[in-house]
T-cell receptor, first 116, second 114 residues
Framework: DTGVSQNPRHKITKRGQNVTFRCDPI?????LYWYRQTLGQGPEFLTYFQNEAQLEKSRLLSDRFSAERPKGSFSTLEIQRTEQGDSAMYLC??????????????FGPGTRLTVT | AQSVTQLDSHVSVSEGTPVLLRCNYS??????LFWYVQHPNKGLQLLLK??????LVKGINGFEAEFKKSETSFHLTKPSAHMSDAAEYFC????????????FGQGTELSVKP
């Protein structure tokens, strides 16, 4: 296993278009997280899944954003009607949460979105 | 609510001198604390973590951090900086029973001069 992968690595789109990003977590990791990082800031939590269930969504996640994790494997993050304010790096992380309280998150390289 | 404050947005040191990156946290409960590093055009990498075991935590590449509850601090140190340490460093707080979501500080950019 080579870690968390994200595709595409870069996406340039025009305002108003829809975009979809994909994240492939480390095999058998039961939790998957999405974060957004804007220039000069730390990443901000967007949402997370435990297996296929989406358990929490941040208030940052407007109605234009939707995330899925069918079958508890890969995940997609879709942004509809993109706005210039959506320009950011979108990061995915996965972890194997166990009963001992271990839940170290491993991050992918991110998808950089530019909305023109 | 949980939060972290990184006290310096930018730190510059000379190669071979000590590194100190400061972080204060706020948490109503016993937190888990982490330091992550982000090199340009690379993903976030975990340096070390504190999860209520030993208060002095050793991480990769010679970094360590000390959890001080009385000061609500979790400062990152390294005895001798290397050029390859130049990167952005994030202090992070989390709680296992809140889904383990990470709350990041604003980041500290570390520059290392030859």
């Amino acid at each position: 296993d080579t870690g968390v992968s994200q595709n595409p690595r870069h996406k340039i789109t025009k305002r108003g278009q829809n975009v979809t990003f994909r994240c492939d977590p480390i095999s058998e990791h039961n939790r998957l997280y999405w974060y957004r990082q804007t220039l000069g800031q730390g990443p901000e939590f967007l949402t997370y899944f435990q297996n296929e269930a989406q358990l929490e969504k941040s208030r940052l996640l407007s109605d234009r954003f939707s995330a899925e994790r069918p079958k508890g494997s890969f995940s997609t993050l879709e942004i509809q009607r993109t706005e210039q304010g959506d320009s950011a790096m979108y990061l995915c992380a996965s972890s194997l949460a166990d009963t001992a309280g271990n839940y170290e998150q491993y991050f992918g390289p991110g998808t950089r979105l530019t909305v023109t | 609510a949980q939060s972290v404050t990184q006290l310096d947005s930018h730190v510059s040191v000379s190669e071979g001198t000590p590194v100190l990156l400061r972080c204060n946290y706020s948490s109503s409960y016993s937190p888990s604390l982490f330091w992550y590093v982000q090199h340009p055009n690379k993903g976030l990498q975990l340096l070390l973590k504190y999860t209520s075991a030993a208060t002095l935590v050793k991480g990769i590449n010679g970094f360590e951090a000390e959890f001080k509850k009385s000061e609500t601090s979790f400062h990152l140190t390294k005895p001798s900086a290397h050029m390859s340490d130049a990167a952005e460093y994030f202090c992070v707080v989390s709680r296992y029973n809140q889904g383990g979501k990470l709350i990041f500080g604003q980041g500290t950019e570390l520059s290392v001069k030859p």
